[in-house]
């Protein structure tokens, strides 16, 4: 690495409209059914490459957070299409109920999280994977336990984010998979400053997204990605109860193989939505300059921001995001477990 710091990119806070990409195009499936069977049909289109011994890494969730992917879904699935998966998660950066391994699994308990096991990757120490072509980092310290799994299958509650504007799977798996002391202080904090939460912005984001591509690059092709739009709080779901009330319309589950079309497919479909209903969690994405994760993993050459938007509902007819959620209705609690 150079003695020269790095310089952030910039434009992470305007919106890149579709005609104005270039490049090669994804698959990104999409159904509206937010259902346990709804999220079992449409990992079957991107399971293919889930092979031997198989991480899933989700937000577990601080106590009693409202808007975590529901319990029951994930169990079906464990249960019928990923029989011995083990869910995997990493301790918090924060002092709270997820900070130490104890406080993790107690946390764990009281939401459920107890019908499959549950790898704390960190539990025992960190090891590193390399960070292929990155300007912030050469090396990502992880939770050590994460080179113990053949696929990852990363199964993400898209929603806004406090410091990254929105929380897709370059979030879960950036900050998820990074451990509690070392990865993700490099991610959020400059060395000796008092402030942990100092790195923000671009900068935050494009750290963010290194640590994810040294775990996309870590499975090569055994890792997948489904985003579920449901419940999309403008806060993360590490901030639980606390979270802001959803104002946001549900509008389903994507599904892709490729980690930027599945984010940049979620972010056009909530930009494709009525002013009204996309104004609160649009304002975060773009206070926070959050569009630089999807700019940044163009750079890196972690996937494409076009696609083919794959309609599973309607007979695999192709579609746009404006088509996708041209029927959203407003948000309504649905209480599901």
Known sequence: MSDTRPVPGTGGDRYVPYSERTGNESVVYFTRDLSKEGLR?????????????????????????????????VEELIKNDLPGATVVETNSYYDGDRY??????????????????????????????????GKWFTEMHMGKNILNYDSMFVLTHFKGHTKGGFGGSVKNIGIGCADGRIGKAMIHTTPGSDDMWDIGQEEFME???????????????????????????????????????????NIG?????????????????????????????????????????????????????????????????????????????????????
């Open 41 to 73: 049909k449409i990992f079957g289109l991107v399971s293919g490459n889930i092979t031997g011994k198989t991480a899933i890494k989700l937000h577990t969730g601080e106590p009693g957070g409202p808007n975590i992917i529901p319990r029951s879904w």
């Open 100 to 133: 130490t391994t104890e406080q993790h699994r107690e946390t764990l308990k009281i939401n459920g999280w107890t019908f499959c096991p549950v790898d704390i990757m960190d539990e025992d120490g960190t090891a590193t994977l390399p960070v292929k072509g």
């Open 207 to 249: 750290r963010m997204t290194e640590s994810a591509k040294a775990v996309v690059d870590h499975f090569g092709k055994n890792i997948s990605f489904v985003n579920v739009l449901r419940n999309m709080s403008v806060s993360c779901d590490c901030e639980g109860v606390a979270a802001s009330p959803v104002v946001t319309p």
């Open 253 to 337: 589950i994507v599904a892709s193989l490729d980690i930027l079309a599945a984010d940049q497919a979620s972010v056009d479909m909530v930009y494709a939505l009525k002013e009204e209903e996309r104004h609160d969690l649009v304002e975060r994405i773009e206070s926070r300059h959050g569009h630089r994760q999807l700019s940044y993993m163009t750079e890196l050459g972690m996937g494409n921001n076009r696609y083919r938007l794959i309609d599973i509902d309607n007979g695999d007819r192709e579609i746009t995001a404006a088509e996708a959620v041209k029927d959203v209705v407003p948000f309504k609690p649905d209480g599901q477990k």
